[in-house]
């Protein structure tokens, strides 16, 4: 498990829980700044499991609708 967070060009931050094969166990909710996805992130690592946290490479890599399973 590995925490990667993102941001799209909007300003928009967000963090997801990948597994080791890439896969998408938890995203969170969108944050308006990185300070508050980094304070939703430390609340996260307080009660979730020990993973490492990255950062996506660029903004708009990923939008975070393109994580939200279709028909929800």
């Given amino acids: 498990m590995r925490i990667v967070v993102r941001h799209d060009?909007?300003?928009q931050?967000?963090?997801a829980?990948?597994?080791?094969?890439?896969?998408?166990?938890a995203v969170s909710i969108l944050y308006g700044s990185?300070?508050?996805?980094?304070?939703?992130?430390a609340?996260?690592?307080?009660?979730g499991p020990?993973?490492?946290?990255?950062?996506?490479a660029s903004?708009?890599?990923?939008t975070i609708s393109s994580l939200i399973p279709s028909g929800s």
Avoid at 34 to 41: E, I, K, P, Q, V
Avoid at 43 to 47: A, I, M, T, W
Avoid at 50 to 56: D, E, G, S
Avoid at 59 to 62: I, S
């Fill in 9 to 11: 060009g909007a300003g």
């Fill in 13 to 15: 931050w967000w963090w």
């Fill in 17 to 25: 829980a990948e597994t080791d094969r890439g896969q998408i166990a």
């Fill in 34 to 41: 990185r300070t508050d996805c980094m304070r939703g992130l």
């Fill in 43 to 47: 609340e996260l690592k307080v009660e």
């Fill in 50 to 56: 020990a993973a490492p946290v990255t950062y996506a």
């Fill in 59 to 62: 903004p708009g890599t990923w």
